[in-house]
């Protein structure tokens, strides 16, 4: 059974930074392309950012492109989502979550796509 876990919210200020964290077993992280989602109270759960199982390959939404940097250490199976200049409308539960693509080729911007979720770290900006 694939175990993801994250780590790394809090509350912080408009404005600010915050480091997520994803962590999983060895054997899954060589395996996996991995990505972040966010849903926020009464929406949809939305793609944030995904990083190929090399970590040369990245992909943002829009709405977070050069404020968010996602990044792997496949030796210490860890994914890390980096966060600054936070605004308002970051606030919400953030998910890391993964699929095996050595045997998958899909689209890592949509839900859809994969098949192991971690159970959400809370990022709440306010003043």
């Known amino acids: 059974q694939v175990q993801l876990v994250e780590s790394g919210g809090g509350l912080v200020q408009p404005g600010g930074s915050l480091n997520l964290t994803c962590t999983t077993s060895?054997?899954?992280?060589?395996?996996?392309?991995m990505g972040w989602f966010r849903q926020a109270p009464g929406e949809e759960r939305e793609f944030v950012a995904a990083?190929?199982?090399?970590?040369?390959?990245?992909n943002y939404a829009d709405s977070v492109r050069g404020r968010f940097t996602i990044s792997r250490n496949n030796a210490k199976n860890t994914v890390h989502l980096q966060m600054s200049r936070l605004k308002f409308e970051d606030t919400a539960d953030y998910y890391c979550?993964?699929?095996?693509?050595?045997?998958?080729?899909?689209?890592?911007?949509?839900?859809?796509?994969?098949?192991?979720w971690g159970q959400g770290t809370q990022v709440t900006v306010s003043i």
């Open positions: 979550a993964g699929y095996d693509s050595t045997i998958y080729f899909r689209n890592a911007e949509s839900k859809d796509a994969y098949d192991y």
């Open positions: 060895k054997r899954f992280i060589s395996r996996s392309r």
């Open positions: 990083i190929s199982r090399s970590g040369i390959t990245t």
